[in-house]
């Protein structure tokens, strides 16, 4: 599956961003679907997954309460909503897809979107 990234933007600190990630096919088989993110000059870092139904989601703690994920199967759409944003938010944000993993957080996701930029700053 291809996936293509979109919504991201320059919004001041405390605001709110809703990016959202188109897949090419469906994406009802697909066990888990994640957002990524990687600023310059640093690691990939796991940002937020969720399971194939919706039932489970996982989120790294740095944006846990503040970011929220969700699938629509039925239009293979994924999205992150970001609130309370950050300068340290300010990333390029990817979307994935890991078919057959359980782990949302460590499994290995093998489709990847290209990035969506989010810039954080007053």
């Known amino acids: 599956v291809q996936l293509q990234a979109s919504g991201g933007g320059l919004v001041q600190p405390g605001g709110s961003l809703r990016l959202s990630c188109a897949a090419s096919?469906?994406?009802?088989?697909?066990?888990?679907m994640g957002w990524f993110r990687q600023a310059p000059g640093k690691e990939q870092e796991f940002v937020a997954a969720?399971?194939?139904?919706?039932?489970?989601?996982s989120y790294a703690d740095s944006v846990k309460g503040r970011f929220t994920i969700s699938r629509d199967n039925a239009n293979n759409m994924v999205y992150l909503q970001m609130s309370s944003l950050k300068p340290d938010d300010t990333s390029v944000y990817h979307c994935?897809?890991?078919?057959?993993?359980?782990?949302?957080?460590?499994?290995?996701?093998?489709?990847w979107g290209q990035g969506t930029l989010v810039t954080v700053s007053s």
């Open positions: 969720v399971s194939r139904y919706g039932g489970a989601t």
């Open positions: 994935a897809a890991g078919a057959t993993i359980s782990n949302l957080k460590s499994g290995q996701y093998d489709s």
């Open positions: 096919g469906t994406i009802f088989s697909i066990n888990a």
